[in-house]
């Protein structure tokens, strides 16, 4: 039972140009949304994160949207630089002690 | 502090044997956590430490795994009598006590890679 699920395996994306991952949950308990960053042979990275009263969260280059009606959030990254190329996990919590973690994106970002 | 570390990075074992991970969390966090993440998967939740005691384990934790924090500092992960279905990479995480900014996020380690032959 997959509860937070990214659809897209891999998304290619010129350098300039924005990229956007998308992640959907099924469980409307989920109060926090992260996403995080993973380079090969590395734990994944802390990229940003939004709590389930907002809806929009915002740091530099990357945005995160929640429509919590459609269960839905998404990562905008502008621009897109060739160091964004990565896996991207988005991740869900029910006051921070389970975290759910969808199956990732691959982002290229082509120079 | 230089973060969450773990230890082995690597583990090659046989069938039938038994092994155990070490993770050291930032010091100042108290929460803990162990993930299972197989190729073309996100990390699987595996169980949960505030500080020593143990508050959530996953139904993925068959009776083979065991973990311990057993001073609320480091943690291990312990697999008995390992299947080749064991393999994986294990990753631990640790958060910072409630009321700090960083409280809902998590500080992964590197992971300890297992292949079961």
């Known amino acids: 039972d997959q509860q937070v699920k990214q659809n897209s395996p891999s998304l290619s994306v010129q350098e300039g140009r924005i990229s956007i991952l998308n992640c959907d949950y099924t469980?409307?308990?989920?109060?926090?949304f992260l996403w995080y960053k993973k380079y090969p042979a590395e734990g994944p990275t802390f990229l940003i994160s939004i709590s389930s009263i907002k809806d929009k969260n915002e740091d530099g280059r990357f945005t995160v949207f929640l429509n919590k009606s459609a269960k839905h959030l998404s990562l905008h990254i502008v621009p897109s630089q060739p160091g964004d190329s990565a896996v991207y996990f988005c991740a869900a919590s029910i006051t921070g002690n389970q975290f759910y973690f969808g199956t990732g994106t691959s982002l290229t970002v082509i120079p | 502090d230089t973060g969450v570390s773990q230890d082995p990075r690597h583990k090659i074992t046989k069938r039938g044997q038994n092994v155990t991970f070490r993770c050291d969390p930032i010091?100042?966090?108290?929460?803990l956590y162990w993930y299972r993440q197989t190729l073309g998967q996100g990390p699987e939740f595996l169980t949960y430490f505030q500080n020593e005691a143990q508050l959530e384990k996953s139904r993925l934790l068959s009776d083979r795994f065991s973990a311990e924090r057993p001073k609320g500092s480091f943690s291990t992960l312990e697999i008995q009598r390992t299947e080749q279905g064991d393999s994986a990479m294990y990753l631990c995480a640790s958060s910072p006590v409630a009321g700090t900014s960083a409280y809902n996020e998590q500080f992964f380690g590197p992971g300890t890679r297992l292949t079961v032959l």
């Open positions: 010091s100042e966090h108290n929460r």
């Open positions: 469980n409307s308990m989920f109060d926090y």
